[in-house]
């Protein structure tokens, strides 16, 4: 379909009108506008030897005989006196919108007259001005159409992006988890191992044991029998004794049982990820809450930083206590191993109206804008895997917003970084000790 592209022009509009020429009369051409013909046209072209001179409309006409006397004193005159000798005049070859603008720039109104089409100087035919406005309007819904169309296509690639994006993080989340589960497996299964083959040595000991009990209680038992049973008693014994079985029995499961601590820490981690554990609303004091999770992260910080402490006098705080020490512990940690050799990390609370401010402050790497940017996405780190998840920021941000606080950070490279968190006194509709902070069903 010639015109739904940029190369619609002009000449796809052009109405076939007989001209007429510049001696026809007044009268005659009074006529022609009522003939069935020209019903429909506003105006007509003047034309001599195909070269288009003027344009006369029923308007001109109209003017004319309005006067008095007007068709006596001027029917028989030549029409070429009466007309617009200055039409519009379009080249067929234009495309739409430079006809268009031309034409609106120039139309007069109200609109009596259409334009004149010419190629190469002569006349075609003419153009009526409302189909053009009216091919502009279609040609510019058609753009909003296609401009619609666009947006959908970009939101759909955006959302496509997303979704890639979500999928990269899924994945390194899985490289993450796989890396962490798998250090402890290992030793789990090394040392399940172990015991197996520990428990099959002492089982062969203890039957060789019960062997040896058996022929001694056994009265037609020779003296070589017994001797027999208690050599091999005696050896499958020794052999127990010298691996040091029993001994290690002990030590082996402490560290399966260890590995698996650290395995189910692992899962409840996640699980704090994707849904917060219900947690229960406790009145606590944010300086012991600092102290206990200072006292939990003492072994890392302590080769880390000496902790400078500003507690101001605080209220007691709504919020559920174990949570807060969990964001507060991944601050302090963070700070910790932000600090290369030995640093300070200063600790301040003060009371800020119906808030409690909690500053954390280290001296040590700080960010470029480009991490800062990102340390509350889930699973954003810059710690090699296996080190962190970067799950510990993203956890706390949750935590803080649903306890309808807000958390801060200043941070400058080679400097340091400061986390600021502020909680308010109280939870809207918390009964003390009662009543979940977010009643959120567990986890089946
Ligand atoms: N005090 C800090 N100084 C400098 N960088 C920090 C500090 N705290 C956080 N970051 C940056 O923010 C990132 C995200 O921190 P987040 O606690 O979420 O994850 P992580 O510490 O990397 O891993 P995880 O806490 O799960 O062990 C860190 O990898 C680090 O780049
Ligand atoms: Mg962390």
Known sequence: MAGNRSTFRVRDLVMQVHPIPPQMRVTDVADL????????????????????????????????????????????RPIERFMNSAPLLVNAQAEIETASSYVREHMRLPITEDFVVVEEGRYLGMGMVTSLLEKMEQRVAARGQALVRANQHLKASQAHLVQSEKMASLGQMVAGV?????????????????????????????????????????ERATDEEIGEHLAVATTELEAVAETGILDELGNLFDDTLHGLGEISELVVNLRNFSRLDRARVDRVNLNECLE???????????????????????????????????????????????????????????????????????????MPESVRARIFDPFYTTKPVGQGTGLGLSISYQIIEQHGGAIEVNSTPGEGTEFILRLPLRQPDAVEDSVALEDMPEAG
């Open 178 to 218: 796989a890396h962490e589960i798998n250090t402890p497996l290992g030793y789990v299964r090394s040392n399940v191992e172990l015991a197996r083959d520990f428990s099959q040595r002492t089982a062969t000991a203890l039957i060789a044991g019960g062997n040896l009990v058996r022929t001694l209680l056994d």
């Open 33 to 76: 506008f009522l003939a069935e013909a020209c019903a429909n046209l506003l105006c007509l072209p003047v034309v001599r030897d195909g070269v288009p001179l003027g344009i006369v409309s029923r308007y001109d006409i109209m003017r004319i005989f309005l006067r008095q006397y007007g068709r006596e004193v001027f029917g028989a």
């Open 292 to 366: 206990s999770a200072l006292t939990i992260g003492r072994n890392l910080i302590k080769q880390k930083a000496e902790v400078v402490r500003h507690y101001g006098d605080l209220p007691d705080v709504e919020c559920a206590a174990s949570q807060i020490n969990q964001v507060l512990l991944n601050i302090l940690t963070n700070a910790a191993q932000a600090i290369d050799e030995f640093g300070e990390i200063a600790v301040a609370t003060r009371v800020l109206g119906e808030q409690v401010e909690i500053s954390i402050r280290d001296n040590g790497c700080g």
